[in-house]
């Protein structure tokens, strides 16, 4: 058993690395805020990011864990979330002017809320993350209890699965933004809500078991929405949904992972690109959902597009809400390509 030195030791690197995570993304927020010229000079828009993106970190680590022995924790989270901003700005403002409401009525900062809507993403980021690590912690002592609590594992490895955000994603899309404000100011703006609608997205699935086709279909035309702005040309997509198919319930967190392995294994490694084409079709009490791309598809050295942490995730996913009245199948596509087809209950009409 770890030694309670030991475990300081751990912390100790935890909460360094929650602060050095939160020094990376106030940078990149510092720069974009100071590009849009909502901050002026350099080094005021960095004091007044990292005085907010701290002062969350901080309230985060200090009151979050007390505040959970007596609330739910998106109350929990709200709290300490608004406590970091009012004790950041309150820094920003005296420091940089020493007073607060003349910090709120300067012009180069007559917009505040950019900056506090950069803060909420980073929460929404850092919040995620926190819940993936209890999750974890939840499913390894999951493992341990009687066969009576399996839905309780399931259960745990769902919400896994939703906290999951990629951090080289995020951070990728917020570089993209700041190299294409001055240049493409309209593509930035687009990935931007595109960015929040996957954000926002990520975060309400923490707290559903269900979702609906056409909210899976919205959220993965934001991600196919943010990589075509990213790779231009190199990436097509159409979706072939019909109406009355996208009010039909199902778990959530199935499509958008393989959509997910689709860019990043199959089209993404080749130099021309590729297409991603998904479609629907019912048959009586079965759903097929099939993505369709262009990439390297399964014959590849290593054989990554058949074998991604997404495609596994869905696998035992399907078995354990399912067992085998679900199916994924990966096919070779013709000439070049995945097939990937989904086949699912739904209940008879």
């Not at 701290?54 to 007596?70: C, D, E, G, N």
């Not at 499509?255 to 993404?268: R, Y």
């Not at 097939?339 to 009409?349: D, H, Y």
Request: proline share 6%; glycine share 8%; aromatic share 6%.
């Amino acid at each position: 058993m770890p030694s309670s030195s030991e475990h300081g030791s751990v912390r100790r690197r935890e909460i360094g690395g929650d602060y050095f995570r939160t020094a990376i993304f106030c940078t990149a927020i510092a720069v974009t805020i100071w590009l849009l010229k909502l901050a002026e000079p350099l080094w005021a828009a960095f004091f007044v990011s990292f005085a907010i993106g701290f002062s969350i970190t901080t309230a985060s680590l200090l009151l979050h864990p007390p505040l959970l022995r007596w609330l739910p924790p998106i109350i929990a989270s709200i709290i300490t979330t608004g406590v970091g901003i009012g004790v950041g700005l309150l820094i920003g403002g005296f420091g940089l002017y020493g007073d607060l409401l003349l910090f709120l009525r300067h012009e180069s900062y007559g917009t505040p809320l950019l900056a506090l809507f950069f803060g909420v993403l980073g929460i929404l980021f850092f919040g995620t993350r926190e819940r993936l690590q209890e999750a974890e912690t939840a499913l390894a002592n999951a493992r341990a209890e009687q066969l009576a609590r399996e839905k309780t594992h399931l259960e745990t490895q769902l919400r896994l699965l939703q906290a999951q955000i990629e951090p080289h994603f995020l951070f990728n899309t917020l570089s993209n933004v700041v190299g294409m404000i001055r240049t493409k100011p309209d593509a930035a703006e687009r990935m931007l809500l595109d960015l929040t609608t996957l954000l926002r997205a990520n975060l309400k699935r923490t707290r559903t078991e269900r979702t609906t086709l056409g909210d899976e279909l919205a959220v993965v035309s934001a991600l196919l929405e943010i990589n075509q702005i990213r790779m231009g040309e190199r990436l097509t997509w159409s979706v072939d949904v019909p109406e009355p198919l996208r009010t039909l319930e199902l778990p959530p967190m199935l499509l958008q992972p393989l959509v997910e392995n689709a860019v990043k294994h199959g089209i993404e490694p080749l130099e021309d690109g590729g297409r991603i084409h998904i479609t629907a079709a019912r048959r009586e009490d079965t759903l097929t959902l099939t993505i369709a791309d262009t990439g390297r598809g399964l014959e590849t050295d290593p054989p990554s597009a058949a074998s991604g942490v997404g495609i596994a995730n869905v696998q035992r996913r399907l078995q354990a809400l399912f067992g085998d009245g679900a199916s994924l199948a990966l096919t070779e596509n013709a000439p070049r390509g995945l097939i990937a087809t989904l086949t699912l209950p739904v209940p008879a009409t």
